[in-house]
């Protein structure tokens, strides 16, 4: 770092005292900001300007120079405050690789007298050697004392309140104040439902740790000194690239079943092994699923879609029973298959072959592709292929909450499918629906080859024309009649 006078400390100093806010209200003495503002306030935040972010960038400047100056020496040792003790792993993580506006985040808090990490699976990706596309920090400091800190930011949520601070280009770090697991009633009896339907509880950094999921994602990172801490067992999980759950896998899961594909996602995504504990306790749980609130299950199944790893996470729910429970037309059709039959495979790899090169699918490409094979299967031999289509989605939507809108484009796209096959485009080149059907076309020829040709080769039924043109044509307005006095 160059020399720098000490002029400049104590203008720097002086500038960045000036500005900066008490971090809590015990010890500025003052009444919470809070007082201030209104719950819409509250919970939209406020919007940071083009000031703000000028004078937070000459704050976390002064900021680093200072952590600079005042790093030199070892770390203390951490005081025993009576709290459980986390298993402390010395791991310095490659810098590079490190969002440095998260670590400015970070550093701002833990100035101020907070604990502050970076956790969950930002830390994750980096002991795997990958690459984290977000990053979060955890904090003892609670969502207005956060507020107060940053200027550009926003206190965003009502069912559990958090701050995104801002950043330029549209970044966002997520900050959230440590929460611990709800109380468990002593006297719960075992048969009892032991869903969880509320945990917005402030708590400790241990006991956030042990609220969470899965091991793998429980682990905190101290920036100032380099260390990794473990109230979970999640290291030794790390090492041998395993996904278990923490406590009882079977009582984790059905307290909230969709840990299930949150398992399957990250075996998939991360290319872990799942421990056989684990594994045992989602097939037994499998049926739980169908308590979840269908819009999260909705969700899940895309996130399966679009991370890169659509095939192993789908064979994993089919081969769990997973598949059983959410989509059990896909299930039906796969165990009925010829055994040479792996075009659903096939499918689902082109899939994640394209989400690796290009990013991820249009959604209702990927729920098209996901569900083409059973639904071609439902409208062969059908007289009326779009009436078909319609029957054979109705289930879906009223099991996964799938938006209509989505439905009714997979089922306008079933009827474009053996015109465009057959080079018979037309009117039907001008709808909306059309890009989209043969972006399904072009996966279907590039994983089948040869095989593809007359996939979806049948007789138009007769209301298929009028599905196809019917997004091109404006109904006329009916006139309401004037009743007469």
Known sequence: MPAVGAGFWYRARSRLEFNMV???PEKAGVGPRSADLDDDELALGEPADARDHELEEFRYQVEDMVDDEESSGAAAERPDDGR?????????????????????????????GYEAYLVGGCVRDLLLGRRPKDFDVC?????????????????????FRLVHVLFGGGKVIETATFRRAPEAEDERAATEDLLIRNDN???????????RDFTINALFYDLGRGEVL????????????AVHTIGKPLVRFL????????????????????????????????KALARAAKPRLFEEILRLMREGAAHRALFLCWETGVLDVLLPELSTFLAAREED?????????????????????????????????????????ARDRVETAHDFLEGVV?????????????????????RLESGRGGRSSRTPHYPIAMEVLDIYRAALGDAADGAFDAPEGPNDSAAITASTERRPRRRRRRRRS
Not at 230 to 241: A, F, L, N, S
Not at 354 to 363: A, M, N
Request: aromatic share 4%; charged share 40%.
């Open 22 to 24: 008490t971090p809590s």
């Open 84 to 112: 459980p003790r986390p298993t402390v792993h010395r791991i310095e993580l490659d810098e590079e690789r490190i969002d440095q506006d998260a670590a400015k985040v970070v550093r701002r808090l833990v100035r101020a």
């Open 139 to 159: 904090t003892s400091a609670r969502p207005d004392d956060v507020r107060r800190l940053f200027r550009n930011s926003r206190v965003i949520g009502r069912r």
């Open 201 to 211: 509880v402030f708590g400790e950094a241990h006991q956030d740790a042990r609220r």
């Open 230 to 241: 473990d109230w979970v067992g999640g290291m030794p999980d790390i090492e041998r690239r």
């Open 255 to 286: 307290e909230d079943p969709v840990r299930i594909l949150r398992a399957i996602k990250f075996s998939a995504k991360l290319d872990l092994g799942i421990t056989p504990e684990t594994y045992d306790a989602i097939v037994e749980a499998r």
């Open 341 to 381: 039959d792996d075009r659903v495979w096939q499918l689902l790899q082109e899939i994640d072959r394209r989400t690796v090169e290009r990013g991820p699918l249009d959604d209702v490409v990927l729920w098209t592709v996901l569900l083409s094979e059973p639904l071609r299967e439902a409208c062969d031999g």
């Open 398 to 418: 009223d099991r996964l909450n799938v938006p209509r809108r989505i439905a009714e484009s997979i089922r306008r796209i079933v009827a474009l499918m053996p």
